[in-house]
């Protein structure tokens, strides 16, 4: 089976912190990507990487940054988090071929204040 | 931009009631085709997917979906929900040759009375 974990189910930051969420898979996925998902806007993607080192600007980056340093390692930063980054995140990776089924982990809801 | 959309965003139907989630995307194109389902509290988990072949895709669950290329439509199905299928369902297409990202709906969130 595989799966993708999140480090955090719950977080809760203060307006400025910087924050890492952190995803990990264990298929030897080369595809990861992060989303986020809010309520009526289904899922927007931020960010995805195809390897290590390499990554892509998804519809919303502004805000946001990530690393990949391991293939199985994908870290989605919010340099200085702000009120309207309250959301649900999504960890989700993929094979580099079709049909490129997405396998996602349990989100971590973050919350700004 | 591709685009993809689910007309209904929130359902509520009787157990045993038919049910039809419409999704239509944006492109004319090569696609493979997903539908995805979120259960209160649960990740996002694939109920089937179409990649070739039979337009008519059976998943798990006893949902199905039919690809019709003309009308750019990949809509779920089930003939008798049960209260367990209360969920947020989601629609997601890949554009061939643009690599693994998947373009989804807003979601539809179906409530199911027992």
């Known amino acids: 089976d595989v799966k993708v974990t999140q480090s955090s189910r719950y977080l809760v930051k203060r307006t400025g912190e910087k924050v890492f969420l952190e995803c990990v898979q264990d298929?030897?996925?080369?595809?990861m990507f992060w989303y986020r998902q809010d309520p009526g806007l289904g899922l927007r993607l931020i960010y995805f990487?195809?390897?290590?080192?390499?990554?892509e600007k998804g519809d919303i980056p502004e805000g946001y940054s990530v690393s990949r340093e391991k293939k199985e390692r994908f870290s989605l930063i919010l340099e200085s988090a702000s009120t309207n980054q309250t959301s649900m995140y999504l960890c989700?990776?993929?094979?580099?071929?079709?049909?490129?089924?997405?396998?996602f982990g349990p989100g971590t809801r973050l919350t700004v204040t | 931009a591709q685009s993809v959309s689910q007309h209904n965003h929130h359902v509520i139907l009787s157990e045993a009631a038919s049910l039809e989630l419409g999704c239509n995307y944006s492109?004319?194109?090569?696609?493979?085709l997903f539908w995805y389902v979120q259960y209160p509290g649960q990740h996002l988990q694939l109920l089937l997917k179409?990649?070739?072949?039979?337009?008519l895709v059976k998943g798990i669950k006893g949902f199905e979906a039919e690809f019709i290329k003309s009308k750019f439509s990949f809509n779920l199905r089930k003939p008798s929900v049960q209260w367990s299928d209360t969920a947020e369902y989601f629609c997601?297409?890949?554009?061939?040759?643009?690599?693994?990202?998947?373009?989804f709906g807003q979601g539809t969130e179906l409530s199911v009375k027992p």
């Open positions: 179409y990649f070739s072949g039979d337009p």
């Open positions: 989700a990776s993929s094979l580099l071929t079709a049909p490129y089924e997405q396998y």
């Open positions: 997601a297409v890949n554009i061939y040759n643009q690599g693994g990202k998947l373009i």
């Open positions: 298929m030897d996925h080369e595809n």
């Open positions: 492109y004319g194109g090569t696609v493979n």
């Open positions: 990487s195809y390897d290590v080192k390499m990554k």
